[in-house]
């Protein structure tokens, strides 16, 4: 369903714990794309690219659900983490 934001959330998530970290990646950046103002799918997403080791789109992303949802204290700790210098 490529116009269906629940649908592609929760094949995102149902990937994610799957291990399929690229095609989770993917439907959730369909799902943010169809609601762009979902900060949990927006977290998520970065979740998911943190975990593919693509810092920098998960801070993005990260900020944005912190933009939407400013008391978002887990998408606070993640960005201070993905922007954490690393030796």
Same mark, same amino acid.
């Given at each position: 369903?490529?116009?269906? $934001? %629940? @649908?592609?959330? /929760?094949?995102? +998530?149902? =990937?994610a714990?799957?291990?399929?970290l690229p095609k989770a990646a993917r439907e959730f950046a369909a799902t943010v794309e169809l609601r762009p103002g979902d $900060? %949990? @799918?927006?977290? /998520?997403?970065? +979740?998911? =690219?943190?975990?593919?080791?693509?810092?920098?789109?998960?801070?993005?992303?990260f900020r944005e659900a912190l933009r939407i949802r400013p008391d978002f204290n887990d998408a606070r700790e993640a960005l201070a983490d993905v922007t954490r210098p690393r030796p």
């Open positions: 369903q490529p116009d269906n $934001a %629940d @649908a592609h959330y /929760n094949f995102a +998530i149902a =990937l714990q799957s291990g399929d $900060a %949990d @799918a927006r977290f /998520n997403y970065g +979740i998911t =690219l943190a975990r593919l080791h693509q810092m920098e789109e998960a801070a993005s992303q």
